[in-house]
Structures are given as structure tokens and as C-alpha cells.
């Protein structure tokens, strides 16, 4: 008994139907990213970020942009995952339903008529039967039931398209077990990179304990599942975080699921995720910093570079030294190198330490410097440290490194060796009694022509003169100018950015002249005084009286105020 034309055509229909349906949700992702099967994350990972700011909706207004964007992002969703991708190499389909061939849909050859085996073949490696290579084959068999009501001309039951295409098992059975041939080679992952990255998921929990205040940059890219430019963002910012591999760390936060972390920051997220670098540029404290750019790596990171930690001195070498009494609880250390500006890998270091240590950097191009030969140093790059005793010494000359991360890395190394030994030395001089018959410790200097100009030259933004005639003088301004000098007041001022203040004693006896050039009579009168001395300007304050040490720190203070 014939199957009526109508029967047939709907039947057509529905196929065709389901046929473009299929088509269109498995285009070949490979194909969409041109990229070949075995294709690195990394290159999967450019190829998407090329095209996705080629054909993005927000700049592609032609015809057709946001169906190919579209196609472009679900290729990636594919091949990003690893599962995903296993499957559609399998299977054709991501979720592991085994389908109709792997995107190409152009080629299979439909043939009815009852149970028969039909061989499908397709283009980009599929082939029939007996193919070579890495190739993989299909032959299913759609069976049906020639015995009820004359068969079905279509070979299966249409009732159970859905079914069978969708839910997994072959259609009917398959004569050889449903595919033959060898896998594809196991996908690679950005394991396999040379300095793999990871883009950490971030909560309150870890944003309070690993990245708060800690002195280390991040980049955090803020997003929700309905914002769109996530993968773009995502890809440019692992490209830039592997880049600065050391100095930049990455994470993500979910808005979605981390509503209260984002609020607390300010940070709320619209139609597109956001980017920030977290950095501490411009304070003690660290800031989220926006980033507005282009969304290309190269962009990314001159932006990331210009926020990294400025917790360094810029100095000319060739007028340098270790200043005396600014912030002398802490070790200094200086860092010589070829660069005309700080060193990235200086300027994330100086982050990490920040509250621990006091930064400087010069750059060297000759090292047979007169203070270089001082300091031993025969090669740079090259550190140089002065512990909290005052001991200049040479951490390591001729620093070789490969890269930033090794770079960042011996650094590290070297200052908390640096950093423990200097704990050490606090430690002894803690437990160390004092005994009342050693003579007091002569922290302030004692200035003469050979010394001037390290410890009251120009350099210098302030000078505290204590002037003495008699050697009890001397004792007493001695001992009130070291207390002084340790003082939270003067300790508390940013040395960075050129606030320091310099400490001396003077014979007036023997200086005469020297005090005659602020005064024509020399301060005869005065048995001991207290001179401020600002050198860049040439200008100067005297107190007269009774030098208590209330009264020296009032006078301190003032010409602290006064002058800056």
C-alpha cells in the first residue's frame, strides 16, 4: 500500500527542518576560529580574541556581525572546555550525544527504503569506511520494522527523531560498534605553556586575605553571566597576566555570587564586564584602577606597567648615600642597573616589601665610579643593602636573569635573606644590656669640610645643627638630638618624596668661620644653640635658649612646618 505525497512531503519537511536545525547549533568550531584540530589553547585563545573584536556587535555594523559573533563565542565555549571539545571530537556534539557527523552537514546521503546500513561522510577528516589516518568513520543502521503495515519509506519511526538524534545511543544499531578509527592526539591545555597562568576565582574570603593591602597588583575582571565581553576580557587578561608573570597576578569575580565584594568596592556591573588593575601607585594603601582601553594585550599591559608600585627613589648615583637617621628602624636597600627608569621587576618587589624595607634605585653606566669601587661592586645589575646598624654591604652584583618572573624571584630571595639578618642584628642589640661605664654610641655625626656635604649638603631638604663650646655641651645636644632624631614625628614623614631631615653636631670653637657665615659675631655669646639649615635655599633658623628636650623638639617641629 502506497504512503500518500502529503505524508511524504511533510516527512521531507520536517527532516529538512531538523537537518538546518542541527547544522546551524554544530557548525564546525574549528572551522569558525580557523584553527586546525590540534590547535593549542593558547591559539584557540588568540584566534577567538582576533575575531571577536573584529566582528563585535559594538563595532561591526554590517549585516551578519552579531550572527557570526554569536558563532564565534559558541566555537569557543566548545573548544575551551576540554570536556566540550572531547566530545564534539567524538561524538560531533559537545554535551557527548552521539549526532550526525562533526559540523558538516552538506554531504550525508540520506537513503530509505526500509533496514539497510547508510554510510555517512563529510568533509574535514571524515571519511567512509577504511579510512586512513586520524580520520573517523560512521556506519549506523536505521532499522525499523518492514513488517508492520508495509514499512516505513524513511527507515526509522519519525516519531523518534528527536530521540534518536538528541538522547545518545546510535540510531538503531551500528554495524561496527557505531565509529572506527584512531583519536584525536589528547587536547593541550595552557599547562603546557611555558609559564602557565591561572585567572583565580575570587571571593571576600581572598580578596581580604591574599590581595587587601598585601603590596601585590592584580587585575580583576568583574562580570555577571548575562555582561557581555567576558571571554574577550578573560583572554586579554590571561595573554598580559603570563606577560607579567610575577608582578601581576589574575582573578575574576562572579557579581552574581559575590554581591557584597563588589558593592564594598563599588564596582557595578551593566551590559559588559569590567576590568581593574589593583595597585598602589600613588599611595600606601591599595586602589582599584579602571581600565578603560582598547581590548588588545598590548594596551593592557602598558597599563598595568604604569600602575605598579612606586615605593622606590629614583637617585643619581653620583652623588649618593645611605641618609643617616631617616627611618632607622628599617634596612635600606639600593638597587644599580643599566635602565633609565626603575625596573618593573624593582617596582612590583618594592610593593611586596613596602612596610618592611626603604627603596632606592640609580642607574649605572660605568662601573668604575669612585662609590661603586667602595661598595664592591664589579658588575650590574647589582643590590647593595645598609642594615639597621648603619653597615653598607653588597648583596649581589651581576644579577643574571631570564625573565621577570626569575628576576622577581631573586630579588625576593636576596631581600629576605637581607631581611632576616637584619632582624638578627635587631634582635642582639635588643638583648644587649647597657652598661653605664661604655661611652654612649655617637649617633650624630660630627661635622667638618670632609663630611659636609654628605651630611648638610644639598642633598640634604634639612639640617639640625646642635653647635657646642664645651664638652657638656656636647654630651647634652648629642643625646637630645638622638632622641630626637628616632622620634615617631620625624620618622613619620614619607622620605620618598624628600622629607628628611639630617642630624649634626659642630665645635663652635674650631668652626668660628663656619658660624660667622650666618652670624658676623660668630654666636660667641652662646655656649651651645640650635641651628636649621636649608641648604637648597640658603636659608636658616636659630633658637637661643634654654636647649631642654621639649624645647629642641618644639624648635624641630616648627622649622619642620616652616620649611615644607
Not at 600613588?282 to 586602589?287: F, I, L, M, R, Y
Request: charged share 25%; net charge positive.
Amino acid at each position: 500500500m502506497g504512503i500518500p505525497i502529503r505524508s511524504l512531503l511533510v516527512a521531507s519537511l520536517v527532516l529538512s527542518s531538523i537537518a538546518l536545525h542541527v547544522a546551524a547549533k554544530t557548525l564546525d568550531p574549528y572551522k569558525v576560529l580557523g584553527v586546525d584540530k590540534n590547535a593549542s589553547q593558547r591559539d584557540i585563545k588568540k584566534a577567538f580574541h582576533k575575531l571577536s573584536l573584529k566582528y563585535h556587535p559594538d563595532k561591526n555594523k554590517e549585516k551578519g556581525a552579531q550572527q557570526k559573533f554569536e558563532e564565534i563565542n559558541n566555537a569557543h565555549e566548545i573548544l575551551s572546555d576540554e570536556e566540550k571539545r572531547k566530545n564534539y571530537d567524538l561524538y560531533g556534539d559537545e554535551k557527548g550525544n552521539p549526532g550526525m557527523g562533526a559540523g558538516n552537514f552538506g554531504s550525508h546521503d540520506f537513503t530509505g527504503g526500509g533496514p539497510r546500513t547508510t554510510y555517512f561522510s563529510s568533509g574535514d577528516g571524515w571519511q567512509t569506511m577504511g579510512g586512513q589516518g586520524n580520520s573517523k568513520t560512521f556506519s549506523f543502521s536505521f532499522g525499523g520494522n518492514p513488517g508492520a503495515g508495509g514499512g516505513n519509506p524513511f527507515g526509522f519511526d519519525l516519531g523518534d527523531v528527536f530521540s534518536n538524534m538528541f538522547a545518545g545511543g546510535s540510531m538503531g544499531g551500528s554495524q561496527h560498534g557505531g565509529f572506527a578509527g584512531s583519536g584525536r592526539p589528547s587536547a593541550r591545555t595552557s599547562s603546557q605553556h611555558k609559564n602557565p597562568v591561572t585567572i583565580q576565582e575570587v571571593t571576600m574570603q581572598t580578596f581580604n586575605k591574599e590581595i587587601a593591602d598585601q603590596g601585590i597588583t592584580w587585575l580583576l575582571l568583574f562580570y555577571t553571566q548575562q555582561a557581555n565581553g567576558q571571554f574577550v576580557l578573560e583572554s586579554v587578561l590571561e595573554d598580559v597576566a603570563r606577560s607579567l608573570d610575577g608582578a601581576v597576578r589574575a582573578g575574576k569575580v562572579n557579581c552574581d555570587n559575590e554581591k557584597a565584594l563588589c558593592k564594598k568596592n563599588g564596582v557595578s556591573v551593566g551590559k559588559s564586564a569590567r576590568l581593574f588593575i589593583y595597585s598602589y601607585s600613588t599611595a600606601e594603601k591599595g586602589s582599584l584602577h579602571e581600565y578603560s582601553g582598547d581590548s588588545d594585550a598590548k594596551s593592557l599591559k602598558t597599563f598595568c606597567q604604569e600602575h605598579l608600585p612606586r615605593f622606590s627613589r629614583r637617585v643619581d648615583i653620583t652623588q649618593f648615600n645611605f641618609p643617616s637617621n631617616a627611618l632607622p628602624n628599617l634596612p635600606e636597600v639600593l638597587l644599580l642597573s643599566t635602565k633609565k627608569d626603575t625596573p618593573a621587576m624593582w617596582r612590583a618587589v618594592s610593593g611586596m616589601f613596602h612596610s618592611r624595607l626603604i627603596f632606592y634605585d640609580a642607574e649605572v653606566q660605568d662601573v668604575s665610579l669612585p662609590l661603586l669601587k667602595r661598595f664592591g661592586v664589579k658588575n650590574v645589575p647589582a643590590l647593595i643593602g645598609r642594615t639597621v646598624n648603619g653597615e653598607v654591604q653588597l648583596l649581589k652584583d651581576g644579577i643574571s636573569v631570564k625573565d621577570l618572573r626569575s628576576g622577581i624571584k631573586e630579588l625576593k630571595t636576596l631581600l629576605e635573606s637581607f631581611e632576616k639578618k637584619n632582624k638578627k642584628l635587631a634582635s642582639e642589640q635588643a638583648k644587649k644590656p647597657a652598661k653605664a661605664s661604655e661611652p654612649k654610641e655617637n649617633k650624630i655625626p660630627l661635622l667638618s669640610a670632609s663630611n659636609f656635604e654628605e651630611t648638610c649638603g644639598e642633598k640634604a631638604p634639612v639640617c639640625i645643627i646642635g653647635v657646642f663650646k664645651s664638652n657638656k655641651a656636647k654630651e647634652k645636644l648629642e643625646s637630645i638630638l638622638s632622641e630626637i632624631s628616632q622620634k615617631t614625628l620625624i620618622r613619620g614623614q614619607s622620605y620618598s618624596s624628600g622629607n628628611a631631615i639630617t642630624y649634626a653636631l659642630l665645635d663652635g670653637n674650631k668652626q668660628s668661620a663656619f658660624l660667622s657665615s650666618f652670624d658676623k659675631s660668630g654666636y660667641k655669646s652662646s655656649d651651645k644653640l640650635l641651628l636649621a639649615y636649608k641648604p637648597r635655599r640658603g636659608r636658616f633658623a636659630v633658637y637661643k635658649g634654654e636647649v631642654s628636650m621639649e624645647e629642641a623638639e618644639r624648635f624641630v617641629v616648627s622649622i619642620f612646618l616652616w620649611l615644607f
